[in-house]
């Protein structure tokens, strides 16, 4: 039986999901940002919680951590660099590591830059990755505790997953992410084709994700920052991939 998910909102504009095995009956929260909307996407499952899966360190990844392991005795898996900074914390995790939920299998495949120990789950069989705040749809992570190197290299991983693979983010910010790529990739009609189809999911309510990494690949521009006409219309032409990326980065900080 495949794996199952179920995407909801917390606080203002951070996504909660499960993913749940049919089989064992094993549910893992990602991350948790606060407990009470994990806890209504529990009951409207009818799902047990056996674990969270920390992305980083943030607050608003964290906070509902405390009182969902109180209630479930969830456990907690964690990246191994953050892991001291985060509460609860049972197993602590990094690159290559796998990570199982009930039959459900994950690799761990560290992602830094917007924190230095951030981490993403993918889960190869189910073709769904859980990136946190590294890879948002048609935008990425603000770059706080690494470089845009880094960043930049954290995002080719990601970019090297299959492209059937959906994956599943930290926040709602696809449309914002767009008024801004159209700024500086005006005539990508795959971005042009994204933005009418995030149009329509929003206008009737829904979440602009999963999206899968193929797609993003040709419309993301922070996943293009190798494109030579992208660096080409950015007078960076001949410059190095992640510096390409710095200076989209640096536009978005700004815009
Ligand atoms: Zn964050
Ligand atoms: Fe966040």
Not at 22 to 39: K, L, Y
Not at 54 to 75: F, P, Q, S, W, Y
Not at 178 to 200: G, P, Q, W, Y
Not at 222 to 245: C, N, Y
Request: glycine share 8%; net charge neutral; aromatic share 8%.
């Amino acid at each position: 039986m495949p794996a199952e998910t179920y995407l909801f909102t917390c606080l203002t504009d951070n996504f909660g999901v499960l993913i749940h095995d049919p089989m064992s009956g094993a549910t893992a929260s990602i991350d948790a940002p606060e407990a009470a909307p994990v806890e209504a996407a529990l009951r409207k499952t009818g799902w047990r919680l056996t674990d969270i899966l920390v992305t980083h360190h943030h607050a608003d990844h964290t906070a509902g951590i405390g009182e969902l392991k109180a209630r479930h005795n969830c456990r907690v898996v964690a990246p191994r660099g953050e892991a001291r900074r985060i509460s609860h914390v049972d197993k602590a995790v990094g690159e290559g590591d796998t990570v199982n939920v009930g039959g459900l299998e994950s690799r761990v495949i560290e992602t830094p830059g917007h924190t230095a120990g951030h981490i993403s789950y993918f889960f190869p069989a189910e073709k769904i990755a859980f990136v946190g705040d590294t890879l948002f749809s048609i935008g990425c992570g603000r770059v706080i505790e690494g470089n845009a190197e880094t960043m930049w290299q954290s995002l080719l991983k990601l970019r090297g997953l299959p492209e059937d693979t959906r994956f599943y983010c930290g926040h709602e910010y696809t449309a914002a992410n767009i008024r801004f790529a159209k700024t500086i990739d005006s005539n990508n009609k795959a971005l042009a084709a994204r933005d009418e189809e995030v149009r329509r999911l929003l206008a009737s309510g829904k979440s602009t994700i999963p999206a899968t990494i193929g797609a993003e690949k040709a419309a993301n521009p922070f996943l293009r920052a190798d494109d030579a006409e992208l660096a080409k219309s950015l007078g960076l032409s001949g410059s190095p991939a992640w510096k390409v990326f710095a200076e989209i980065r640096e536009r978005k900080n700004r815009f």
